[in-house]
């Protein structure tokens, strides 16, 4: 139902910014307004962690790590979801990954490496 794409990762210096994007494939427009998202980060050695989150309802709730720096955002008529990441730290290198809540399952996306260098 809901095939996540991430998509935007890259390397840049401390300070930059990104923008990452998750397009929903498959989703119809329906679908796409009853998902729950978030982004999530794993560095390595560590856990994944959610960095931003957005309700189906536009909600949004971020880490303290990223508050400030990140915002998560949606495009309906595009069906993607965006996480803009400015000021940028080294510590938020990692593999970023697009997660689709839809009534309880849950759907993954392959992940896209950001890396900020210092």
């Known amino acids: 139902q809901v095939q996540p794409v991430e998509s935007g990762g890259g390397l840049v210096q401390a300070g930059g910014s990104l923008r990452l994007s998750c397009l929903a494939s498959?989703?119809?427009?329906?679908?796409?307004?009853?998902?729950?998202w978030g982004w999530y980060r794993q560095a390595p050695g560590k856990q994944r962690e959610l960095v931003a989150g957005m309700t189906s309802g536009g909600s949004t709730n971020y880490a303290d790590s990223v508050k400030g720096r990140f915002t998560i955002s949606r495009d309906n008529t595009k069906k993607t979801v965006y996480l803009q990441m400015s000021e940028l730290k080294p510590e938020d290198t990692g593999v970023y990954y697009c997660?689709?809540?839809?009534?309880?399952?849950?759907?993954w996306g392959q992940g896209t490496q950001v890396t900020v260098s210092s």
């Open positions: 997660n689709a809540e839809y009534f309880g399952s849950h759907f």
């Open positions: 498959r989703a119809i427009t329906s679908t796409f307004w009853s998902i729950n």
